[in-house]
């Protein structure tokens, strides 16, 4: 009866362990869990990219530039500086990056769909595929990872 009970407070022991050391855990962006598919695997449609590159071009490109490589004050939303930024986040990250402060002045000026538009943009911009649907606007963002070399 004791032996066991003390193994039992050693397995509480060895789980509050495990908590605690994910919890200090330094990095801010750990995942646990891999994520089911990476932006290589054909997420989105041209025509959609299309869509998001009219927007973009009325909303974000005075600031970012037509050819989304940045100026002043705008970081690149292309090339390797972007994508070393978002690597191994989450497609879901950068939406909700780009629809809690982006445009900066009139943050909320772009609907859900909109921005999902725009990330379709961006993905073609930096060289990932295209594929036969689009990128949706629900919480399978979560499962799509940004990876900046291909698997
Ligand atoms: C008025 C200028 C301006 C406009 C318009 C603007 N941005 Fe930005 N954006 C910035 C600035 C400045 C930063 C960096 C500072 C910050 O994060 O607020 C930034 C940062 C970002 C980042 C983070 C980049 C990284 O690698 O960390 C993303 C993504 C982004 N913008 C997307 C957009 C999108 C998409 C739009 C259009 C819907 C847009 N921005 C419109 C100025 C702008």
Known sequence: MR???NRAL????LALLGCASIAAS???HVRLIPLSRTTWDSVYTLNQAARGETTYTKVCSRCHRAALGGG???????????????N?????????RIRTTMPPDT????????ITDVIAHI??????????ADLPTDSTLKEIAIKSARP
């Open 3 to 5: 032996r066991s009970g």
């Open 10 to 13: 050693a397995r509480w022991a």
């Open 88 to 96: 191994d986040l989450s497609v879901f990250d950068l939406h909700d």
């Open 26 to 28: 330094p990095l801010p």
């Open 107 to 114: 943050v909320g000026a772009i609907t859900k769909e909109g």
């Open 72 to 86: 002043d004050e705008s970081p690149p939303l292309a090339g390797s500086t972007f994508l070393a930024n978002w």
């Open 123 to 132: 993905l073609k911009a930096n060289g990932f595929p295209a594929g036969a």
